[in-house]
């Protein structure tokens, strides 16, 4: 009976959403005198994830109290004898229920900021702006409530539809139209390789299962174990040429190096879309999604350790263009890259744990901070140049105060959330680089990216926060009202009490035991032989503790207070980072000079050969039509002569075959 | 009585100089008499085999030369109309003339 009660919650979670959009979609519709507007569809989408956030945490309680792992509905999608097992399913775990209650929270939380950023600004299109959101906390919901691969690709992808819809919310303005259209592409592109591998694990495993018997992941363990050839190759060279594959997708999503360059041109959405999607969740499903396979990645070491390199140098690399980035909210999107390399660290080395906590930490601490950016822009009046601003404490002491939390968080200072899951993600590779020498350069990067981190975050604060205003609108600015408080306020103390979850240091091991992270930590082991043995816990929370501190106090000393001198940036570092380590550029190059130069150079083949036979032909039919039609000359006496001729012609013919002659 | 061989080379005679009118001359009047003259050597083929043959073949071969001159007595009310036309048009019966029919 319970479990029916948890099944049925656990299928409205995304169904509520979607009948919400579905409802807002349709609404439009109807005339707008029958009052059917932005009101109406706030109300709608805010209301759809508030009652989402209260099912997710009857979920999450009665997962955490039953220790449910089960497949809650299962809809098969094709059914015919003979046909592969394609089915919608809920599957509810550990894994699904927590993230089921992030998505949901920062969803509610930044409905109701959208009513004070979007609403309260007059901005038109309301009901778009919230049938998007709608429709992407519906998908992002049922992605992370997919049971099986396939299920998981259709969210993914309606995931990344709702972003480019939301990027592009401001439609007539060209960056934000161009920058829509460039989340798409470079999505996509990763996405094709995730399409390749779904279609790929489907002919080497025939699953797509996630859980119970027969699923993808036992499947494929038995046939690493039986030694077995699939799709013409070892069992283990095709789980890593898949894990691969789907990698690409994640790369894609979670804003990887090299295809991170969609996600700071992103920020030309509206500031909370910023904060959902390309903060808290979206750009989390990339991460999710290895977390879910994380059974099938720890079939292979290469998947994995090309995984912890992936995410190892996104972190510093990204970390390092965030130093340079004049505007707010471009800083926090590279803040954003930076720490989900973190995760994919994390998962690479076999931190399960670790990554999901990281995870859960970050989608708090950076929507918050992307709130309290978007409660900056909004008071004074869409600036967002941090050299513009300055000096805001004091006009906007909730802003600043809950924006520090945030900060502190994302810096990695104890005792806030950030450092308890930075320090763990940390801890998972360094234990396991002990037994995996490759491991070394990613965990160095990794602790590297804590000073730099530490740095941007402060150099951020300061600029935007202290020192003295530097803009008429930085002075005369005045902080929202209750649609501002409430988010910033509750996100605030999430990003303050979050860690204490799975404080490590302190013996506090509750959201390891909660997702069952020591069977996770197995499955690294078997497979890649990581052995968590090693346990330098203190030393290494001190020295990242340190480290960030060093990074911060630096930051905070030279730019709270001053300001010209050190805006000048001359040196060739300064400008490599400027240019985004010229990435962007060579993006662009690839498509326009490459790629379109050799079309170009392609399209001759289609237009002189394959136009040309087409054309050749035709002329060759007129030509000869042409030349012919001069016999007929229109004159009755030649006709006659010619059939005469002809008749003459035949009986000779007939008589030399006949044998007259 | 004569050997059919005798009313087939009259036949053929008969023929080519039909033959050679209609590819020689230049008034459309005498073409249609050659065309006549062709047909008619036609029709002396016919009868020759007819009588040489005999019997029901025979009768066929005369009723056959019968159904060839009322077409002919046709072709030449439908011809003659045709070159009345083509006298108003042009002025002439000259068949060079008339080349509308070209490219």
Known sequence: MAEQALATAALLIPVVPFVAFAVILLGGLLPKERGFGGATSTVLSTASAGVSFALSVYVLLRVQATDASFVAVRTAWVEATGAPDLHFGVLVDPLSALMAVIVSLVAFLVHVFSKYYMNDEGENGLPRYYGAMALFTGSMLAFVFSSNLLMSFIFFELVGLCSYLLIGFWYETPSAASAAKKAFLVTRFGDYFFLVGVAGVFAAFGTFAYHGDGSLFDTAASAIEGNVSVLGVGAETAVTALALLVLGGVIGKSAQFPLHTWLPDAMEGPTPVSALIHAATMVAAGVYLVARLFEFYALSPTALLVVAYVGGFTALFAATMALVMDDIKQVLAYSTISQYGYMMLALGAGGYTAAVFHLTNHAFFKALLFLGAGSVIIATHHKQDMWELGGLRRRMPVTYWTFLAGALALAGIAPFSGFWSKDEALLAVLRNAVNEPLLWVPFGLGLVAVVVTGFYTFRMVALTFHGEPRSEEAREAEEGGFAVYTPLVALGALAVFAGFINAVPLGIHALKTFLGGETFAEYAAETVGYVGEFEPSTALSVTALALAVAGSVAAFRLYAGADEPLRHRDGATARVLEKKYYVDAFQVWLAEDVTYGLSKRLSLFDIDILDGVVNGTSRVSLGSGEAVRRIQTGVVSHYAAVIALGVVGLVALVGLVGGWF | ?103
């Open chain 2, 1 to 103: 009585m004569l050997p059919s061989s005798y009313y087939v080379f009259l036949s053929a005679f008969v023929f080519s100089v039909g033959l050679y009118g209609v590819l020689t001359r230049t008034n459309a009047v005498v073409i249609l008499m050659c065309v006549e003259l062709m047909l008619n050597a036609g029709n002396l083929n016919l009868i020759a085999f007819a009588t040489h043959h005999g019997g029901v073949a025979g009768i066929a071969g005369q009723t056959f030369t019968l159904f060839v001159l009322a077409v002919a007595a046709a072709e030449v009310a439908v011809g003659l109309g045709i070159f009345i036309l083509v006298y108003r048009r042009y002025g002439t019966v000259d068949v060079r003339k008339p080349r509308l029919m070209r490219w």
